[in-house]
């Protein structure tokens, strides 16, 4: 959750609250919000604040008739089902819970009104938005040489007040006003013929700037507060449709909405081969597939082996249906990610951890055939069961292993998302403050992007961000502080697992002018 943002709080009023144990569970709407109980990280049951976000029917689904039973099943409110973000928490761990765990003996709290906006005495009338001033005709040009002698009255010659609005329409506006169709007239027709002028109010020189005028950093910025990192306004309204997945022996919780098709979407658990990525509603149906599959590892070319950990390279236009059930199950842990569906202008690397069992699945990045911005990873994931052991870090570090054979400077797609953002600081961070510590001689900028294959772009903010600039004897250069050693020594004690250039065989692949034609 971001900061309490205190000018909303200016503009609206005190939440109502209706006392616990008076109301019954078919009031709560969305936008209100309620205690519910859950399970803390200690496994017991607690009452925590959350807001609902959308409420639905409890699903009937003909593949969850053999699983069992949920403890709330036989309880009154167990036939509706919400969509809930809880208090202080991430928005990862929104969920769908039973009407069932709603604390109807809490208070329950409103959505706060919006106050009414104090009237100002004589505002000026609005234009409405989209429409400019058109160009003056010949019977409006200025008669005088200097328009500004025209607009600039002299206090002794006041100008005559006029007696209000000077406003022409053409037929097919007056038309449009009495339709009241006034505001969509300028999306529908490029140029119009219409002029709106207040002389004796005129507009503000600077009125406030519309939503679509704010920047893409700080529609960024406000969205990795709340653990989002999507620039879609209809992603963000899509409400999480999976509640579990299980790959291979561990059982995940999914993050956001997935487009997994609908009849799998009410399922309490769905079941994912971690071999082919295929996915099924119940254990059984993934058992008799399991007899069936033959494949131990993804269906690509082996490109690096070092003791357990292997990195395959798939072609997107090769492999569809691999590929596109990877894209499916990413979606579920990447808020960002948009194009799950056409994947043939991407090759995909997986990463796979060996056993006695077969090559598992650990993560994967993906990356343009042909980039024209000369990015080297287009979506990066390590799995929620393998994060925090370095497999990020090692694809990060492996990334740009790919680069260096390439003989380019590589970048990620923007926006990262707020794990992957932290993941690449820190890789940009260790590299360049260990690539500093193994030379003696002199490196510039430009040297230490060829060096690591980092671009001239991120090496800049990196060194910004740790401070390794310093003004000496007129010139910048850069120095290593105590405080960013003593992080560095930190992380280096921590690392696990590196790239071993030498066991990576792989040659950069040339696309034909055929090949890079991408279609259906």
């Known amino acids: 959750m971001g900061p309490p943002n205190h000018k909303d709080d200016a503009i609206l009023g005190p939440a109502p609250v209706t006392p616990g144990g008076t109301y019954p569970i078919e009031t709560i709407s969305v936008g209100c919000k309620v205690y519910i109980k859950r399970k803390d990280s200690d496994g017991e049951i607690e009452e925590r604040l959350a807001e609902i976000l959308s409420i639905r029917d409890k699903p009937v689904n003909t593949y969850t008739k053999h699983t069992k039973a949920d403890q709330y099943a036989d309880q009154p409110g167990a036939n509706l ?72 009255p002299s206090p002794a010659a006041p100008s005559p007040a006029p007696s209000g609005n000077l406003k022409r329409k053409t037929p097919h506006d007056e038309e449009s006003n009495a339709e009241g169709d006034d505001e969509n007239d300028a999306d529908a027709e490029g140029e119009e013929d219409i002029e709106d002028i207040d002389l004796a109010n005129p507009p503000p020189i600077n009125p406030p700037k519309p939503l679509s005028a704010f920047s893409k950093e700080q529609e960024i910025e406000k969205l990795r507060h709340s653990g989002s990192m999507t620039q879609s306004i209809s992603e963000i309204a899509r409400v999480k449709n ?17 487009p ?120 990066i994931l390590t799995l929620p069961q393998h994060q925090r052991h370095g497999f990020g870090r090692l694809q990060i570090e492996f990334s740009y292993e790919l680069s260096k054979k390439e003989g380019k400077l590589g970048s990620p797609e923007k926006p990262l998302s707020d794990l992957g953002l932290l993941g690449y600081r820190a890789y940009w961070a260790g590299t360049i403050v260990e690539l500093l510590l193994s030379t003696q001689d ?79």
């Open 81 to 152: 089902e919400f969509f809930v973000h809880w208090d202080q928490f991430n928005k990862r761990l929104d969920e769908w819970v039973s009407g069932a765990r709603i604390v109807l003996s809490r208070d329950l709290e409103w959505p706060r009104p919006k106050l009414p906006a104090p009237k100002k005495a004589g505002a000026p009338a609005k234009i409405p938005p989209g429409k400019l001033p058109k160009k003056r005709t010949k019977s409006q040009q200025p008669l005088f040489a200097d328009e500004s002698v025209a607009h600039s």
């Open 260 to 379: 997994y098709p609908r009849e799998y979407a009410y399922l309490d658990v769905l079941y994912i081969c971690e071999f082919c990525l295929s996915y099924f509603p119940s254990p059984f149906m993934l058992k008799r597939h399991r007899n069936r599959c033959t494949l131990l590892h993804p269906p690509g070319n082996e490109i690096y082996r070092h003791e357990d950990i292997s990195f395959w390279e798939i072609d997107g236009r090769k492999q569809l249906h691999y590929c596109r059930n990877l894209s499916l199950l990413s979606k579920c842990f990447l808020d960002h990610k948009t194009l799950y569906y056409d994947v043939t202008p991407f090759l995909y690397y997986v990463m796979t951890q060996k056993d006695s069992s077969g090559c598992h699945f650990i993560g994967y990045f993906s990356k343009e055939k042909e980039s024209a911005e000369n990015y080297n990873v287009a979506c």
């Open 242 to 258: 999976m509640n579990r997945l299980q790959i291979g022996k561990y059982e995940v919780e999914a993050w956001y909405f997935s």
């Open 442 to 520: 002199e490196l510039s900028i430009d040297d230490i992007a060829q060096k690591t294959a980092i671009t001239h772009t991120d090496v800049m903010n990196t060194c910004t961000t740790l401070q390794l600039f310093k003004h000496y004897k007129g010139q910048h250069v850069i120095c290593l502080s105590d405080t960013v050693l003593e992080q560095y020594e930190k992380a280096r004690a921590k690392r696990r697992r590196r790239i071993a250039p030498e066991c990576l065989i792989w040659k950069p692949p040339v696309f034909t002018r055929d090949q890079l034609r991408f279609g259906w």
